[in-house]
């Protein structure tokens, strides 16, 4: 069982940044791939991206390319998603996500955090 605890989420302006970060606990870190997932209301959660256990990382979104990071800190046992040049239309609460299987990560997540809002003013 691996618990997933995401903080930093937060109101902010458009074109201002943000780090979110994600705590594990209860497996061993390594093992897993980690997603960031992303819903707004009365839309479906969408998968923001993901950085696998070898370190790469893969964003599926143009809206996030060039915009948003990811990174894992295997000391802290942490994911970190980075956001730049943030815009009202990223207003969603963020969720972090973990599984084993590569194949998986960026669909059906088996293990998900809480959740933490980002709200960005135009």
């Known amino acids: 069982q691996v618990l997933l605890v995401e903080s930093g989420g937060g109101l902010v302006q458009a074109g201002d940044s943000l780090r979110l970060t994600c705590a594990a606990s209860g497996g061993t870190f390594t093992s897993y791939h980690l997603a960031w997932f992303r819903q707004a209301p009365g839309k479906e959660r969408e998968f923001v991206g993901a950085?696998?256990?070898?370190?790469?990382?893969?964003f599926d979104a143009d809206s996030v390319k060039g915009r948003f990071t990811i990174s894992r800190d295997v000391t802290k046992n942490t994911v970190y998603l980075q956001m730049n040049s943030l815009q009202p239309e990223d207003t969603a609460a963020y969720y972090c996500?973990?599984?084993?299987?590569?194949?998986?990560?960026?669909?059906?997540?088996?293990?998900w955090g809480q959740g933490t809002q980002v709200t960005v003013s135009s």
């Open positions: 996500a973990a599984d084993p299987i590569s194949g998986k990560i960026a669909k059906s997540p088996r293990y």
């Open positions: 950085v696998y256990r070898d370190y790469s990382v893969r």
